[in-house]
């Protein structure tokens, strides 16, 4: 506790990945109080297949 | 805003997938009257292997 | 299946949310080929200052 | 009715998955009164690269 | 790890949501090897104006 | 896009809410490259009696 959920488009480098872990971890306990060991992050990739904005599925937009 | 998941078993094509996504978002303006270009749209596929109904898995179903 | 989750801003009448459900339920059915009674739709209302834009909450917002 | 998610690290064997399923539906069941054939039961797979506690990934924990 | 959510119609007694949570952890250690301390439970409430199969709100439903 | 939700116990000041959006937001932009305008984030509070680990509610434990 607390449960962070990002969820971005495939195509992050596992050193974006990385990195973006341990600086969200880091805004979350200097915000709220919560102790690093408790913090966890779940990464979930889209594809553009799978992600639509105004009715269209990126893997269409031009 | 608004945000729609849509979880599925795999197995639609691109074809139904894209009809799927416009004509949600066509029902989601229409009744709620969010702008077009704000509705966001999460298309999410479900192996049969990782789907119970009833405690069996769609992949153990006759 | 399918299951459709809709997460908007609170303040939907019962009338619009029912309308939502109704026209949602439509489209998929339309698009995918699944049965109609088989179409889940979960609702989830969001506050505005539990959501954020830009690094700022609505509820923050001019 | 109900809903479960069960998000966990990949590897589970296919046996462990269904002996799962069905008893976590069983202890469902049991405690809650839901008719059997209504519980439905979504598998998750995290991988090890997307799965954070105290800010390191477990692909990048010794 | 696992993390596991239930999603459920309000109404389930305090008694039946703590059997619900101590029988749901018994079924995922016993049959995929997690340690009991590791598993985290979420519960969640849904409203029946929030939850509609074949298009109909719950709260609509004769 | 990126989607951030952050789910903790309840009882975090809006002071404590509003810092952990806007350093959040900030270190997905700083990591991912971003647009800090298409970060999105949710909160979700959680309940004590909502929430447990090693089979026991928050609620119940002493």
Do not use: N
């Not at 480098?13 to 919560?34: I, L, P, S």
Request: glycine share 6%; charged share 30%.
């Amino acid at each position: 506790m607390p449960y962070v959920t990002i969820k971005m488009l495939a195509g992050r480098t596992d050193e974006q990945k990385r990195a973006c872990v341990e600086k969200v971890t880091d805004a979350v306990v200097e915000t709220t109080g919560a102790s690093r060991e408790k913090v966890v992050v779940f990464l979930e990739d889209m594809e553009k297949s799978e992600y639509a904005v105004g009715g269209v599925l990126f893997s269409d937009q031009a």
